[in-house]
């Protein structure tokens, strides 16, 4: 009786992780990241856009085969909640002081909208390639 070789994951099926536990690191760390953000700047800036889309990427690579609703509709809550969380807080890192919540949530995700498109579109484009090596390839 001869077995076949174990062989190493590919990068397309390595995922493994449930997504509960990696949106919520996810979410911790993108909170992280602005709080950093805002100490080393007057505003919210590149430093955030670039974990953001870092860990868009890093969430769609690492959980389930079954678990890709949810990473695909994180990006825009996650984006769309830490800077309501701001225009709450501290409407002048995210727009004029003076703005209003509502005014100030639309600047702040329209100052941050070229880091969005990127993060959620190479979410769903790994998540697509993930699907269709999954179909293409059980276990």
């Given amino acids: 009786m001869t077995t076949a070789p174990l062989r190493t994951p590919t ?3 390595a995922g ?6 990696a949106l919520r690191l ?10 950093l953000d805002l100490l080393l700047s007057e505003g919210l800036g590149l430093f955030y856009d670039l974990v953001f889309v870092t860990l868009c990427v890093g969430v769609a690579l690492t959980v389930r085969a079954s678990d890709f609703f949810p990473v695909g509709v994180f990006p825009p809550l996650a984006m769309f909640v830490v800077v309501l ?9 995210v727009a004029d002081p003076t703005d209003g919540v509502v005014q100030a949530t639309v600047s ?3 100052g941050h909208a070229v880091a969005l ?3 959620y579109a190479a979410c769903l484009a790994l998540l697509v390639v993930r699907r269709q090596f999954v179909a293409r390839h059980p276990r």
């Fill in 26 to 35: 996810a979410s911790a760390l993108l909170i992280t990241a602005a709080v």
């Fill in 117 to 119: 498109a990127l993060g």
């Fill in 108 to 110: 702040g995700l329209s």
């Fill in 16 to 21: 493994t992780r449930p997504v509960g536990g």
């Fill in 11 to 13: 990068l397309w099926e």
């Fill in 85 to 93: 969380l701001l225009a709450i807080s501290q409407p002048e890192s």
